[in-house]
């Protein structure tokens, strides 16, 4: 499809394990945002891959978190270690623009339940 | 520090009638971009609105509008003619990158 795509939709993991979470931006779109949504709560920042630069990782809240963008295109989030606390909805978006100042396009999210 | 303030955690309006969804932000950038999304129940998240720093037009968008007042660092968000599927989060943010709390809209048939 042309939208963002995200998989695993769901993952539910035992406390400790490492997890990783797909995202596959537009075709195109050269920023890539990683967002983390706790039930009922607004966005959290994690990471923004623009272009070549370096990624903009003020948002990732430990070093247990971790994301890389291959060949500007299809990114990773890695959680290591994963604790109860990292479960969440994790949500990816791409855009066309530069700074943050075009619309972003979401993916559905990957839904992380740690037990 | 760049941030995102919407004070209103909940809100409900009558089908048919306009509401205003407050926010406020913070920054020291002289060019900035404010953004609009919704998220529905199914979770997914629809871009709305755009207003750059140095639009001196405010946005609009069918029946969404920007009510963008620049000195008062504040881009309320108005919603005429509302819908029940309007009902909805709705978070404002700054550069896609800080987003608000959100409001959530109730709306009344």
């Known amino acids: 499809g042309a939208g963002v795509s995200q998989s695993p939709s769901n993952k539910v993991t035992e406390k400790g394990k490492d997890v990783e979470l797909r995202c596959d931006p537009i075709s195109g779109h050269t920023a890539l945002y990683w967002y983390r949504q706790s039930l009922g709560q607004g966005l959290e920042f994690l990471i923004y891959?623009?272009?070549?630069?370096?990624?903009?990782k003020s948002g990732l809240p430990s070093d247990r978190f971790s994301a890389e963008r291959t060949g500007g295109s299809v990114s990773t989030l890695t959680i290591q270690r994963t604790q109860q606390e990292d479960s969440a909805v994790y949500l990816c978006?791409?855009?066309?623009?530069?700074?943050?100042?075009?619309?972003?396009?979401f993916g559905q999210g990957t839904r992380l339940t740690v037990v | 520090a760049q941030k995102i303030t919407q004070t209103q955690p909940g809100m409900f309006v009558q089908e048919k009638e306009a509401v205003t969804l407050d926010c406020t932000y913070d920054t020291s950038d002289q060019s900035y971009g404010l953004f609009w999304y919704k998220q529905p129940s199914s979770g997914e998240m629809i871009f709305l609105i755009y207003q750059g720093s140095y639009d001196e037009q405010n946005a609009t968008e069918g029946r969404y509008s920007l009510n963008f007042q620049k000195a008062r660092k504040s881009a309320n968000l108005v919603i005429s003619a509302s819908q029940l599927g309007d009902s909805a989060m709705y978070f404002c943010?700054?550069?896609?990158?800080?987003f608000g709390a959100g409001t959530r809209l109730f709306v009344k048939a």
């Open positions: 978006a791409s855009s066309s623009g530069q700074g943050g100042l075009a619309e972003a396009f």
């Open positions: 943010a700054m550069r896609s990158l800080i």
């Open positions: 891959f623009q272009g070549n630069s370096a990624p903009d």
